[in-house]
Nanobody
Framework: QVQLVESGGGLVQAGGSLRLSCAAS????????MGWFRQAPGKEREFVAA????????YYADSVKGRFTISRDNAKNTVYLQMNNLKPEDTAVYYC??????????????WGQGTQVTVSS
């Protein structure tokens, strides 16, 4: 079992930046591939970014490529999502998730409770 807790969300103006953190407890994060997903009101949960257990070969949704960066610090048991040049359409609840195998679909075993990101125009 692994417990995930996201933090770092908030309200930001368009063009601004935020860094989300996902802290893991219960099991070492190095055992898991990690993903970030988001869900806007009235929409399905969608893939944002993912990183394998080893940290190489990151994956991004086309909508965030070049603006968002996923990274992990296994020593701190934490995964990050650096979000730059934010747009109003990035507004959503952001979730981190853990799985044995990296995926761009929501086939993850463990999920955090989510953190709200709101981008004003």
């Amino acid at each position: 079992q692994v417990q995930l807790v996201e933090s770092g969300g908030g309200l930001v103006q368009a063009g601004g930046s935020l860094r989300l953190s996902c802290a893991a407890s219960g099991r070492t994060l190095s055992s898991y591939a990690m993903g970030w997903f988001r869900q806007a009101p009235g929409k399905e949960r969608e893939f944002v970014a993912a990183i394998p257990r080893g940290g190489g070969g990151t994956y991004y949704a086309d909508s965030v490529k070049g603006r968002f960066t996923i990274s992990r610090d296994n020593a701190k048991n934490t995964v990050y999502l650096q979000m730059n040049n934010l747009k109003p359409e990035d507004t959503a609840v952001y979730y981190c998730a853990a799985a044995r195998v990296v995926s761009t679909t929501p086939k993850y075993d463990y999920w955090g409770q989510g953190t709200q990101v709101t981008v004003s125009s």
